[in-house]
């Protein structure tokens, strides 16, 4: 698969045009982890504007996973024998995992972007290595996922698993500790190097020393000691004064606004739209007019999402499939694609799966996050999709072979009743499952002569005794199978 270049030379300005079947797929691809073809079908055709006014809404005033029973749970609170205790944590995390995950499933932007957002606010399970700071973490990624930014940015530092993770809950006043102040700046809001000094990371970090309270038992909710913070002055950003945490979040969003807003923005959009932002392949006006929205609303993040996702640029050919599928795409949107059945033991072990391909949720690789796009394929990840996929798609059609046919039909519609040609079957169910479709004629030939299977061709081509439709013919449903089967071992279909 060759690095596709961003060519996308289309404007911010709002598409006028009703949403093609392509484009309202490419939008839950990229705003959720994809949608029925129901709900594709059912908004073909309606204003780009409308829909996602919609879909922003929504994320809006969703709820947040509700916590569960051990949320305020400390070490106290597990059994005193360690094996016991270790396996109810670990059951305590699966459980959050599932809920969590089946959120992809049944929700669209609140928590495509709070999944974003924990591989931007970085935290690692394996490092704080206690579920009520998951909980609370997880639970601040919800609720901020689409909020204000600098709000966002305030609550998340002071999350317990953040302060274990960044080391924020051993930075004494007489001892200060630079690495989430260094993070603070590199990778969460100005991007590395980006107008700050190592005397601005050696202040900021005394600023924000004192969140030091332990607790004795043992995964205690972190607070702030008074006599371990540096009361003395500091000077950040060259604004000199007796600084603490907000302190230090407001004199940053004062003082570097401008490049903030280009440093998240860009962020978003190489997630959403393209992962190369070079100026040099699209509008050079693109990235700097999102930043200036993003200023302009004081870093509320529904405004520039809402600006990019209405855009002629966001819907430009040039920007669909572009993007390569995490782990979690990869499995999830063919599930939601499909209308596949699914209970929370399948998802846990799609969840697994992920895992084994390198996405571990609440796990990513370090504190830059998983890296994505390119680093998701390599040798050994394909032979790791394709396998897992494979066995996937015959435990399915172990389970109930007719989903096949179901998802099939819903496709084609009335044409899977009457029409004996499998070419002209296969074709949109293969246009819809692929963002553009197969690269070629002979390559949609290839994928044609698998749909048809060993059938005889006089049931697809006997005229009047033609007698084969999607609809009715018994093996319809393996065809199909065997059809998704090709296509998830396609170049396009790893891509978004």
Same mark, same amino acid.
């Given at each position: ?100 995950? @089946? ?33 609370? =973490? ?28 960044? $080391? ?70 060259? /604004? ?5 945490? $907000? $302190? ?36 050079? @006006? ?10 302009? @609303? ?60 390198? /996405? ?10 998983? /890296? ?24 399915? =059609? ?61 049931? =697809? ?36």
């Amino acid at each position: 698969m060759e690095l596709l270049i961003n060519c996308n030379t289309s404007s911010l300005a709002p598409l006028a045009t009703p949403l093609t079947q392509q484009q309202v797929a490419h939008l839950y691809r990229r705003l959720g982890f994809s949608a029925s073809v129901e709900t594709i079908q059912t908004n073909t055709g309606q204003p780009a504007g409308q829909l996602i006014d919609s879909l922003i809404n929504e994320a809006i005033n969703q709820a947040p996973i509700p916590a569960p029973a051990w949320a305020t749970w400390n070490s106290s609170n597990y059994p005193a024998d360690s094996d016991a205790a270790r396996d109810l944590r670990n059951q305590q995390r699966e459980e959050l995992s599932i809920t969590y995950a @089946n959120s992809f499933l049944t929700n669209n932007l609140r928590d495509r972007l709070s999944f974003f957002w924990s591989n931007h606010l970085v935290t690692e399970i394996d490092v704080y290595e206690c579920n009520a700071f998951l909980y609370e =973490y997880l639970n601040c990624l919800q609720r901020n996922a689409i909020g204000n930014f600098k709000t966002f940015v305030s609550e998340i530092g002071l999350t317990s698993a953040m302060l274990y993770y960044l $080391d924020g809950a051993y930075n004494n006043g007489n001892n200060p500790n630079e690495n989430y102040a260094r993070e603070l700046y590199e990778l969460f809001t100005l991007g590395e190097g980006n107008n700050y000094t190592e005397v601005d990371v050696t202040e900021t970090a005394r600023a924000l020393t004192g969140y030091v309270l332990r607790g004795e038992l043992g995964c205690e909710k972190v607070g702030f000691r008074a006599d371990r913070f540096d009361a003395e002055s500091k000077t950040i950003f060259g /604004q000199s004064g007796n600084w603490g945490y $907000d $302190d230090v979040i407001n004199i940053l969003f004062a003082e570097r606004q401008n490049e903030i807003a280009e440093f998240i923005c860009r962020k978003l959009y190489e997630f959403f739209v393209h992962p190369d932002s070079k100026e040099t392949f699209i509008s050079e @006006n693109i990235i700097p007019e999102m930043a200036a929205t993003f200023v302009a @609303n004081n870093f509320d993040i529904a405004p520039v999402l809402s600006q990019l996702f209405k855009s002629q640029h966001f819907f430009d050919t040039q920007a669909i499939g572009v993007i390569i599928k995490s782990p979690f795409d990869f499995y999830f949107n063919i599930f939601k694609e499909a209308s596949f059945s699914y209970n929370d033991t399948t998802v846990a072990t799609l969840i697994n799966y992920a895992g084994l391909l390198s /996405q571990r949720m609440f796990d990513p690789f370090d504190v830059a996050g998983w /890296q994505r796009d390119r680093s998701w394929i390599n040798t050994n990840f394909m032979i790791g999709r394709w396998l897992t996929i494979k066995s996937l798609l015959e435990d399915l =059609y172990v389970e109930d072979e007719e989903q096949f046919r179901a998802f099939a039909m819903s496709v084609v519609g009335d044409d899977g009743l009457t029409n004996n040609n499998p070419d002209e079957i296969a074709r949109p169910i293969i246009d819809f499952i692929l963002p553009k479709g197969l690269l070629n004629e002979s390559e949609y030939s290839k994928a044609f002569s698998i749909f048809r299977f060993d059938i005889d061709e006089t049931y =697809y081509e006997g005229g009047e005794t033609a007698s084969w439709t999607l609809a009715i013919w018994p093996q319809a449903t393996q065809q199909v199978q065997l059809l998704m089967q090709y296509l998830v071992k396609q170049p396009e279909f790893q891509l978004k």
